[in-house]
């Protein structure tokens, strides 16, 4: 299953496949034994259009960010496959894999911490093509500074420190090392999660015109929905390392079928003062269980507001729930209907 619309197989470009990433947990001292398995993502499917936006969303701890890792090659996948334009780059070695990290970039949460204090902003961004060999050394500087201009960066400041800069120009700085290599699919992993608003609006659009330019494919990683409405075409919810619902962008915002889902769009932020009035907000009892030891049956139904005898006790398959079109699906045994009220239902299931 996909975590979106189907698409033709020409114009996928990524697609994974019941991906599972599990890290041992290991005892300290002398006798180093495993001892459990933090079940970081576990059987995940999606297909990523070319020249489209997937946005992913759910609580800290859900594993969008080792899902994301997983697909990039940073970290080695348990099991499953990920297919890049149709070829299998799972679990590649370092060499061979080097070709796809061309077309693979990524831009991290942190523009502090992701890049190095002690080298200046024109070798951080060039540092792409003295890997990949391929810009000659006299020409780097010249391709460097075009794209310091290209992502709203003074070209003149090419020898500057990445402390000399602010949270926005910092993170123009990663949108640019991203680039370089004009790839094919730049993962996003909370890219805008640590500016201030007036500078996420624009390092977002930033974005989207590099997308319109280039033609490229994002996998946007997010806490806050209203951004992921705003630059995703299609959305994926996860919790705790499984898919919960996905679908075009609309019908998950407009009529989530999953209660998790439901429950984020209750507390995420709303532009409208009315509407945010309006709004009854879906309280969820309890923590977002361990992923040593997740739940039987459905892993949400601990603390859904819908949960009966046979959340606990059966996974609920990931389809499309009756009414819905066909790109909508969602895990879950009793989805939300139409005018419900969770917001009630929630109330009455807090102890």
Known sequence: MTGQAPAASGDVLIRVDNLVKHFPVRTAGFINRTVGQVQAVDGVSLAIPRGTTLGLVGETGSGKSTLARCIAGLIPATSGTVHFEGRDITNLPRQRMAPFRRNIQMIFQDPYGSLNPRRRVGAIIGDPFAVHKTVPADERKRKVQDLMERVGLNPEHYNRFPAEFSGGQRQRIGVARALALRPKLIICDEPVSALDVSIQAQVLNLLADLQREYGLTYLFIAHDLEVVRHVSTSVTVMYLGKIAEAGPKNPVYDTPRHPYTAALLSAALAADPEAAAAR????????????????????????????????????????????????????????????????????????
Do not use: M, Y
């Open 280 to 351: 009854q907000r879906i309280i969820l009892t309890g923590d977002i269980p361990s992923p040593i030891d997740p739940p039987s049956g459905c892993r949400f139904h601990p603390r859904c507001p819908k949960a009966q005898e046979l959340c606990g006790r059966q996974e609920p398959p990931l389809e499309v729930k009756a009414g819905d079109a066909a790109t909508h699906l969602a895990a879950c045994h009793f989805p939300v209907t139409a005018g419900e009220k969770l917001a009630t239902a929630s109330r009455r299931a807090r102890p």
